[in-house]
């Protein structure tokens, strides 16, 4: 089974809010995310451990951001092979301590499990007052904003899992991944929309607007840093291979037009590459947009 219909057989069986993460208007907000050897982090990489867990926090710490909620707990689910080295297991230990500090969280719990083989690491974390907005209350005629650079951490996994030298930097910032999860807790007041970009531009985009029965005009370039331009000329590679896949952990919103100046502001107030790329329009998408994360033009 596709991913899509995984979540939607699990939305038909529970009474889900439909958004990344369960959340209630000034209460609670919970998220969860897994990263798995292979496909989050890769084992042949120095700092491989170290990698999977900040991924795996990545991951649930900017759902809960995308409610206007402010993460304040981590649990954690450490799932090791049987013959796995004592000094990984340290490190893992270390790696969750040193994110947590990063990101100001308490660690609360969790689990410890064994595998037959892979590495798994699972977190999960939990944040309060939440403001919302979340996915279904777009309007009409909103503008439609990305941060940073789309598909960064996708062109780094390549460059990693290729072995490509002489990007190391780059390679580094996006298998480690720090997301900015100030900017969408202190926008939240002024947006209708929002979600953290973590399934690719056009899967997100889409369950906003399917949420908020509209269809979206994009009629700006995705994003990109002048780094990874040069990357993609350097090596002949097509951006759209990268922008269109997942775990960017940017945020993607939509808002009003008068809203517009204090936005641009707050984003540039923390440094964050923010950008327009569209606005929202009357009208339905078809079936297939964003299944693969395509995007209409």
């Keep these: 089974m596709k991913e899509t219909d ?3 057989l699990i939305k038909q069986m529970f009474p889900l809010t439909g958004d990344d993460a369960y959340w209630e208007k000034g209460g609670i907000a919970m998220s969860v995310d897994s990263s798995i050897q292979g496909r989050h982090f890769l084992l042949d990489r120095a700092n491989w451990i170290e ?7 990545a991951g649930a710490i900017t759902d809960v951001a995308a409610v206007g909620s402010n993460p304040e ?14 000094l990984i297991i340290k490190k893992a230990v270390k790696a969750l301590n040193d994110v947590s500090k990063y990101f100001n969280l308490n660690v609360v719990g969790g689990d410890l499990s064994q595998t037959s083989s892979d590495i798994v690491l699972s977190i999960s974390v939990i944040g309060f007052d939440a403001i919302g907005p ?4 777009a309007k009409k005629g ?11 951490r996708p062109l780094g996994w390549y460059l990693a899992i290729n072995k490509i030298k002489g990007y190391g930097d780059f390679v580094e910032q996006a298998l480690k991944p720090c997301p900015n999860i100030d900017f969408p807790i202190k926008v939240a007041r002024h947006v209708s929309a929002m979600t953290d970009i973590t399934d690719g531009i056009g899967f997100d985009l889409a369950n906003i607007c399917r949420k908020s029965n509209l269809k979206p005009n994009i009629f700006s370039e995705i994003p990109c840093s002048k780094f990874m331009k040069k990357i993609f000329c350097d090596l002949k590679l097509n ?21 517009k100046k204090e936005i641009k502001n707050l984003a540039k107030s923390l440094n964050l590459p923010f ?7 009357e009208g339905n998408i078809p079936s297939w947009y964003g299944k693969g994360s395509e995007i209409i033009w």
Excluded: H, R
């Design 51 to 57: 990698e999977g867990v900040w991924n795996s926090v």
């Design 239 to 259: 951006p759209e291979m990268f922008y269109t896949q997942g775990g960017d952990y940017e945020f993607l919103l939509t808002f009003d037009q008068k809203n």
């Design 73 to 86: 707990l981590i649990m954690a689910s450490f799932c090791f092979p049987k013959k796995t080295n004592g």
């Design 6 to 8: 995984v979540i939607n």
């Design 142 to 152: 909103d503008l439609i904003g990305v941060t940073g650079w789309l598909g960064s």
């Design 275 to 281: 950008s327009i790329i569209g606005k929202m329009e």
């Design 134 to 137: 979340g996915l279904s209350s």
